[in-house]
């Protein structure tokens, strides 16, 4: 992710002083004079000299935190995802919004968040964000992601990330175009128990993979649940079913494994 350039202090004047060919007040010595050990300790010497050194690595190479903005109080985040993002070395969460004012001004309480928006908009014009969490429901994932990109945030989205291919392609070239990144929120691609497992995997210690099966579920009978509504990117698949198939994909290193599905149980 783009980060803010670091302070003239954090290791600027440092390069700049390299650039020129001069270090206090003496000209970089010529290489032949130099044994190949003793090159390379001076080179290393003279982009980092002992000020730098003094004061620490962490202030050459400070990176400042990535400034998340969150899309909605869905509970995933409210009760998840943002309180884990609050524990990251790298991750701060500086603003949430909602389309009632007075649930994102409760969340931003509850959860020790700076700043709040009444609306989604409002948030995405906010210029100390540099990237969204969108946890918005199924159907508003590519239309306020793409408004995200658009605005120069990065994107991290909920599963699914497009209710459809050609969503997911569309999402695909606003990335390429605005130059920010977009990722769907899987955690098994960075989860330590699924790495281990594919580790397992590939070093055959099962033995050949042929083939994986998955199970999935919970009760939700309510029509009225928003994650029963196909309208709005409900259905077993886009909301648990995905899971199963990601995973298959992330052991067997492909895109598109062959896989089989109950379209009456999907219905179901």
């Not at 790298?90 to 649930?103: F, H």
């Not at 998955?214 to 928003?226: E, H, Q, R, T």
């Not at 990117?233 to 895109?255: H, K, N, R, V």
Request: proline share 5%; aromatic share 8%; net charge positive.
């Amino acid at each position: 992710m783009a980060r803010h350039a670091p302070p003239e202090e954090d290791g600027r004047d440092v390069f700049c002083e390299r650039r020129r060919g001069s270090h206090s007040g003496q000209q970089e010595p010529e290489r032949d004079d130099l044994d190949g050990h003793d090159q390379i300790i001076h080179r290393v010497e003279w982009a980092f000299p002992g000020q730098c050194v003094n004061t620490g690595w962490k202030a050459v190479f400070h990176m400042p935190k990535v400034r998340w903005g969150v899309l909605g109080v869905a509970g995933i985040a409210v009760n998840k995802v943002i309180p884990a993002m609050q524990q990251g070395a790298d991750t701060e969460i500086t603003a949430i919004a909602s389309r009632d004012l007075a649930k994102a001004q409760r969340a931003a309480r509850q959860l020790g968040i700076a700043k709040t928006y009444g609306s989604y908009d409002e948030l995405l014009a906010d210029r100390e964000i540099d990237a969204i969490y969108n946890p918005l429901p199924n159907h508003l994932h590519l239309p306020w992601s793409i408004k995200a990109a658009e605005a120069g945030k990065h994107v991290l989205c909920e599963k699914p990330i497009g209710l459809s291919v050609d969503e997911a392609k569309k999402l695909r070239d606003v990335r390429d175009r605005t130059g920010v990144k977009i990722g769907e929120a899987f955690m098994v691609r960075t989860h330590p128990q699924w790495i281990k497992a594919l580790e397992l995997v590939r070093a055959g210690l099962i033995g050949e993979l042929r083939s994986m099966m998955g199970f999935f579920s919970y009760s939700n009978l309510d029509p009225a649940n928003i994650r029963n509504i196909l309208a709005y990117g409900g259905g077993g698949l886009m909301d648990i079913g995905c899971y199963p198939i990601f995973t298959s994909c992330f052991i067997f290193g492909a895109e598109r494994p062959a896989w089989r599905r109950s379209s009456n149980a999907i219905r179901k």
